[in-house]
């Protein structure tokens, strides 16, 4: 399809066609490639400047230390056991094992039942004598 429109003219105020080519009165005046070609052909001097100082003698890489790897577990001290407290005070065992099983045991019970919400205000007003 390009190459069947590329002579069309194309819909504007450049005067070129399809193909990029500057036309005046039907004939190609520039080829796309001759008005591209000036702009490809412009060299700049670039200058390669490094950000890093340059290495002297003192400044020699030295490799990290060796990490030591971590001492080998058996599995009774994989096993890890944290004691929690609830938000009314019961607290429980929180036992994990080296498989991912998690075990809870009960340590103790709530320190105090929740407080009922007082009924004084309700029998303070049956109590008022009806206005005669």
């Known amino acids: 399809m390009r190459t069947a429109n590329e002579k069309t003219i ?11 080519d500057i036309v005046r ?10 008005r591209v070609a000036p702009s490809y052909n412009k060299t ?6 490094s950000l890093k100082k340059p290495l002297g003698n003192s400044d020699t890489a030295v490799a990290p230390p060796e990490k030591k790897a971590p001492p080998k577990m058996d ?4 096993t890890t056991s944290t004691v929690k407290t609830r938000d009314d005070g019961s607290q429980y065992r929180e036992t994990m094992t080296p ?11 709530p320190d105090a039942e929740p407080k009922k919400k007082s009924t004084r205000k ?5 109590k008022k004598k009806p206005l005669a």
């Open 10 to 20: 194309a819909a504007g105020n450049m005067s070129v066609n399809a193909k990029g």
């Open 25 to 34: 009165g039907g004939k190609i005046i520039k080829t796309a490639k001759e």
């Open 44 to 49: 700049t001097q670039v200058k390669n400047v």
């Open 75 to 78: 599995d009774s001290q994989m």
């Open 99 to 109: 498989e991912g099983d998690i075990s809870i045991e009960e340590l103790s019970k």
């Open 122 to 126: 309700k029998a303070k007003a049956a």
